[in-house]
Nanobody, 125 residues
């Protein structure tokens, strides 16, 4: 019922930048939280950054390792979230997944969580 389509991953040298995009579509009444997680080989999936949509004010939070280097933003009209990643490090190499908590048009009393397919980010040293 909801699709999350990520784009923008790739290979970049250390110190470089990438911008990830995640477009949400489907039977969306509203998005309550949307953000990015990542999973490196042999490691657990971890939160990178997320936005909680609060009506007139959105609240963003970041994992400590990316604080000050990554910026999350949202285009509400397009249901699209972006992750601007600057000063990339080899340790940022991972598959990045978009996640959204969504209230559906068909089920307005519940939140449902959806994941995208993931996009590979590789940072070379």
């Amino acid at each position: 019922q909801v699709q999350l389509v990520e784009s923008g991953g790739g290979l970049v040298q250390a110190g470089g930048s990438l911008r990830l995009s995640c477009a949400a579509s489907g039977s969306i009444f509203k998005i309550t939280t949307i953000g990015w997680y990542r999973q490196a080989p042999g490691k657990q999936r971890e939160l990178v950054a997320a936005i909680r949509l609060g009506g007139s004010t959105n609240y963003a939070n970041y994992a400590d390792p990316v604080q000050g280097r990554f910026t999350i933003s949202i285009d509400n009209a397009k249901n699209t979230v972006y992750l601007q990643m600057n000063s990339l490090k080899p340790e940022d190499t991972a598959v990045y997944y978009c996640n959204a908590d969504v209230v559906l048009v068909t089920s307005p009393r519940h939140n449902y969580s959806y994941w995208g397919q993931g996009t590979q980010v590789t940072v070379s040293s």
